[in-house]
């Protein structure tokens, strides 16, 4: 479901789903993916709204996708025999993300 959130990192409210929540001593914060920005954002619950019903029917400007057998790969690094290599990583590291990027541009 896509909810409205407000982002302080835009300064406005946006259209966004909810990956996950955790509690804080402060209140619950949620993971959100905006829809609109393919940004992700952690969002207080007190800035988190029921989108209205025609704003839900408007598709989106942005989607999840991955890579096609594409899997992130990290350098592996032992200090104590002195070598360095590639292997599979759980997620892609910053410095593939900034390149991926700046390949797309």
């Known amino acids: 479901q896509v909810y409205v959130v407000f982002s302080e990192e835009l300064g406005c409210w946006c259209r966004a789903l909810v990956e996950s929540v955790w509690c804080q001593a402060d209140g619950f914060q949620l993971r959100c993916f905006l829809v609109d ?6 969002v207080a619950s007190k800035n988190v709204r029921v989108l209205a019903g025609a ?3 408007i598709p989106h ?3 999840k ?10 350098l592996h690094i032992d200090y104590c025999e002195n070598t360095a ?3 599979p990583a759980r997620r892609w590291d910053t ?9 797309l541009e």
């Open 85 to 87: 290599k590639i292997g």
């Open 65 to 74: 996708c991955c890579l096609h057998c594409t899997k992130p790969l990290t």
């Open 95 to 103: 410095a593939a993300i900034h390149h991926f990027r700046k390949l």
């Open 55 to 57: 704003f839900a029917k």
């Open 37 to 42: 920005y393919a940004k992700y954002c952690s």
């Open 61 to 63: 400007r942005a989607k």
